[in-house]
């Protein structure tokens, strides 16, 4: 009985500073993950402008200078507008294909358009609209040489985008027309879908260079031609795709001096 009581005391006492060091808080409780961090987006203005291009048309690249403005509510999430203005559209080596393909002259019961009916109709970008949901999840520090060091971000985004066409030949006669299948411009303002991904890599806490690949999922006809063989051409013959569109701005922030955080 003794013995038992003897070891019931001892273990009483060694269990005593364990129960009194898990009731202890630690000081790192509730403490950020990171201490001092430079927090280069949250509630700051963004200002950009670049210039971008199509990668995948059918018959033109079009050359695109973009501007920019967006504003980071959190350090990862803000909300952006962009707009993209043609600046030139160069010829695609699947244009020169098609057009040599084709009669320079008509031919009577051909229905194939001659080289000039075909290139008059063609679609080229005019502008781009967007709006986008910006979600960065991951951030961090790079440096290239061991020398010179930068912060970087990359995120996500999503919403609505807008396309404008243009027939390449002013002129052409209006969709709707009806009585022939002559050229016909499926141009104006596509509304569609915006998304994509984008990398910030920051110079200084003032400027970064942005770099983002969207796509713009809208309708579209890029020929400008009868597509189901009703015999006329008109919205009926648009068809959903993707127009991808890559670029690269300076974007400026405000205010210059980015937060610090505790």
Not at 81 to 107: C, E, Q, W, Y
Not at 176 to 203: E, M, R, W
């Amino acid at each position: 009985m003794q013995k038992r009581l003897a070891l019931l005391v001892a273990l009483s006492i060694s269990a005593l500073p364990l129960v009194a060091q898990a009731q202890r808080k630690s000081p790192l409780a509730d403490a950020p993950a990171i201490r001092k961090r430079l927090e280069l987006r949250s509630s700051r203005l963004e200002i950009g402008a670049g210039a971008g291009t199509t990668v995948n048309q059918d018959f033109y690249h079009s050359v695109i200078g973009n501007v920019k403005l967006g504003f980071h509510v959190t350090d990862w999430f803000s909300i952006s507008g962009v707009a993209g203005f043609a600046l030139a559209n160069i010829d695609t080596g699947f244009k020169s294909n098609v057009v040599s393909s084709l009669n320079a002259d008509s031919i009577p019961n051909n229905r194939a358009p001659t080289q000039s009916e075909a290139i008059s109709t063609m679609n080229q970008i005019k502008y781009m609209l967007a709006a986008q949901l910006e979600f960065t999840p991951f951030t961090g520090k790079y440096s290239m040489f061991g020398k010179l060091f930068a912060h970087y971000d990359f995120y996500a985004f999503v919403g609505p985008g807008v396309l404008n066409y243009a027939a390449t030949t002013s002129g052409t006669p209006s969709c709707g027309d009806s009585g022939s299948a002559s050229p016909c411009a499926v141009t104006g303002l596509k509304v569609g879908a915006n998304f994509g991904v984008g990398v910030h890599s920051f110079i200084n806490q003032f400027v970064a260079l942005n770099f983002e690949l969207r796509d713009v999922f809208a309708p579209n006809n890029a020929a400008g031609r009868d597509v189901n063989g009703d015999m006329r051409v008109d919205n009926n013959d648009l068809g959903w795709g993707s127009t991808y569109i890559a670029s690269l701005n300076v974007a400026l922030y405000l205010p210059s001096t980015a937060d610090i955080s505790n």
